[in-house]
């Protein structure tokens, strides 16, 4: 996968309770993974990017906005460079892949929202391929 990707999940509900499931989502290549909440919506995590790593978002309650940007040069990208939004909400059961080679942001849509975030990179590996950016560039996340 070179491209960035929705996986839908799906669910089922029975007497027993709801089942939520990604059986489409191949986790072979996740290393690690971590939890973010905000506990407001005033939060903005961004800009963080990586070459190589690979990540995959995935909401475990309420919404966020995510929205990624493909550096032109990673050491002094363009200013005038195009966003591409997602927003991701816990009922929709889906998870976005994004691919290396973008920097992303992200921010709560309702407060006290959290986010799982798989990597394909250790903490070690990851912190050599880590690359950040001014929030305020790119986008408005008013």
Known sequence: MAEVVVIQGGQYE???GKLIFF???DMKEVRRFYVIEHPDISLVR???GHKKEKKWFCVLKGSFKVVLIKPDDWNNPSEDLKAEEFTLKDESNKILYIPGNFANGLKA?????KIMIFSSF???E???DNHR???KMWYDWK
Request: proline content about 4%; charged content about 35%; hydrophobic content about 30%.
């Open 122 to 124: 250790t903490i070690d």
């Open 109 to 113: 849509l309702e407060p006290k929202s």
């Open 126 to 128: 990851s912190s050599k």
């Open 46 to 48: 961004a800009w963080q």
């Open 23 to 25: 059986n489409d989502f």
């Open 14 to 16: 029975d007497a027993r």
């Open 133 to 135: 950016f001014d929030q």
